[in-house]
């Protein structure tokens, strides 16, 4: 069983930055690929990032990529999303979850955080 929280959300102008942060309880952190996803309001949710058990592989889409930065701290047992040059389009839930695999499908992340709201003024 592994228990996240995850913090940071805020609202911030266009071209802003924001960190948002996940904190896991358990002692295995490690062994989970984090990811992280969002969901804007009247639309699925989607894949944002995912980062390997080690840190050493990472995934964005392709809407992010080049903005944000996934990074984890298995010593800490959190993972971070460094979101940079934020767009109104950015706007939503933010989500972190954890799997056994390293992967952009939700549906093979077991647990999920609460949820942190991202807002983007323009």
Known sequence: QVKLVAAGGGLVQAGGS???SCSASGRTFSSYAMGWFRQAPGKEREFV???SGSG???AYADSVKGRF???RDNAKNTVYLQSNSLKPE???VYYCAASVLYSRDSTLYAYWGQGTQVSVSS
């Open 49 to 51: 990032a995912a980062i």
């Open 18 to 20: 924001l960190s948002l």
């Open 56 to 58: 050493d592989r990472t």
């Open 69 to 71: 930065v996934t990074s």
């Open 90 to 92: 950015d706007t939503a």
